[in-house]
């Protein structure tokens, strides 16, 4: 049986500017913003992932402090060309560390609004390789 991540519920203070900054600067699908008298939830994708984040009031979220997820992990083709994208959007990130010289040695990160951090590793396989070959991204919402 395979087990699969989808979901990250990811702990904001103000899900209208997490949904912005995700979105707007880092370049997320909004998958859905749903609101009804009891909550408000949005999803957010990365292009090409098959997990998403969830941004909102449900009750996961409201025990988690804005700001408390630290060290989540994003992966790129090329570290240099996606930090350049999200300064150029207005994201505040750290220069780019190679760690080691193999492939997955090199990062980056940058945090959100309320201080969530993620790490941006370069994985050059991943140009080649797509987790998720493009034929089937419409079916996963990446």
């Excluded at 209208?16 to 998958?31: E, I, Q, T």
């Excluded at 630290?70 to 930090?83: E, K, M, N």
């Amino acid at each position: 049986m395979d087990w699969t991540l989808e979901v990250v519920v990811l702990p904001v203070s103000d899900l209208d500017a997490a949904v912005a900054f995700y979105r707007d600067r880092v370049g997320f699908d909004l998958d859905h913003d749903t609101r009804t008298e009891h909550m408000h939830v949005a999803q957010l994708t990365p292009r090409g992932s098959g997990c998403s984040i969830v941004v909102g009031s449900l009750p996961a979220q409201n025990e988690m402090a804005p700001g408390s997820m630290r060290g989540l992990q994003l992966c790129v083709a090329d570290a240099r060309a996606a930090r350049d994208e999200l300064v150029g959007r207005g994201v505040e990130c750290s220069e780019v560390m190679v760690l080691d010289e193999r492939d997955g040695g090199t990062f980056f990160g940058f945090a959100d609004p309320d201080g969530n951090t993620w790490a941006v590793q370069e994985l050059r396989v991943r140009g080649d390789r797509p987790l998720i070959p493009e034929s089937a991204r419409g079916r996963f919402g990446g």
